[in-house]
T-cell receptor, first 111, second 115 residues
Framework: GDSVTQMEGPVTLSEEAFLTINCTYTATGYPSLFWYVQYPGEGLQLLLKATKADDKGSNKGFEATYRKETTSFHLEKGSVQVSDSAVYFCALKHSGYALNFGKGTSLLVTP | ETGVTQSPTHLIKTRGQQVTLRCSSQSGHNTVSWYQQALGQGPQFIFQYYREEENGRGNFPPRFSGLQFPNYSSELNVNALELDDSALYLC??????????????FGPGTRLTVL
């Protein structure tokens, strides 16, 4: 069945450092891919998405490119801020109803 | 525009008890999905309701059941609680069935602890 694998955290970075969170997936066909962010005490928020191969999703300085050849959707940001500290979830939606999430990667950005 | 709200925020129950969690969908949304997020894990899909009918179900036993009301708010009921049911329960609303590409908007969740 479909599955998503994310790099394990926690990831600790200094402010203004470059961020990469790896995400790979297993799915038949052509799923849509998503990154969600969960701030402490809050629900999940959609950060960005891509619906077909080679699409690049971007939002708030974050980017991810749908790579079908490597079945990957790695999240990147050029310069992280303390306010980016949160848990990041990679997810896919194949056909049907449900988002299929990875286990999440905790990011802590220190001043 | 009011976002997705859930109640209660926290709940403590004992094994064997029953629990009802509630969700109010975002204004204008007619679809509600429920997810279970165990500690340190990603959310797992429980089921979805579209216009008051169950529209899809994940790998959860029948003691997990739900309802959607005419105003599109929803309840999640869990019978015969087990320790492993301890988790954050998330509700997400969207406009239209999510077989398509309709964005799901998540509430803050209900933290259930089963002792």
């Amino acid at each position: 069945g479909d599955s998503v694998t994310q790099m394990e955290g926690p990831v600790t970075l200094s402010e203004e450092a470059f961020l990469t969170i790896n995400c790979t997936y297993t799915a038949t066909g052509y799923p849509s891919l998503f990154w969600y962010v969960q701030y402490p005490g809050e629900g999940l928020q959609l950060l960005l998405k891509a619906t077909k191969a080679d699409d690049k999703g971007s939002n708030k300085g974050f980017e991810a490119t749908y790579r079908k050849e490597t079945t990957s959707f790695h999240l990147e940001k050029g310069s992280v801020q303390v306010s980016d500290s949160a848990v990041y979830f990679c997810a896919l939606k194949h056909s049907g109803y449900a988002l299929n999430f990875g286990k999440g990667t905790s990011l802590l950005v220190t001043p | 525009e009011t976002g997705v709200t859930q109640s209660p925020t926290h709940l403590i129950k004992t094994r064997g008890q029953q629990v009802t969690l509630r969700c109010s969908s975002q204004s204008g949304h007619n679809t509600v999905s429920w997810y279970q997020q165990a500690l340190g894990q990603g959310p797992q899909f429980i089921f979805q309701y579209y216009r008051e009918e169950e529209n899809g179900r994940g790998n959860f036993p029948p003691r997990f059941s739900g309802l959607q009301f005419p105003n599109y708010s929803s309840e999640l009921n869990v019978n015969a609680l087990e320790l492993d049911d301890s988790a954050l329960y998330l509700c997400a609303s969207s406009l239209g069935r999510t077989g398509g590409d309709n964005e799901q908007f998540f509430g803050p969740g209900t933290r259930l602890t089963v002792l």
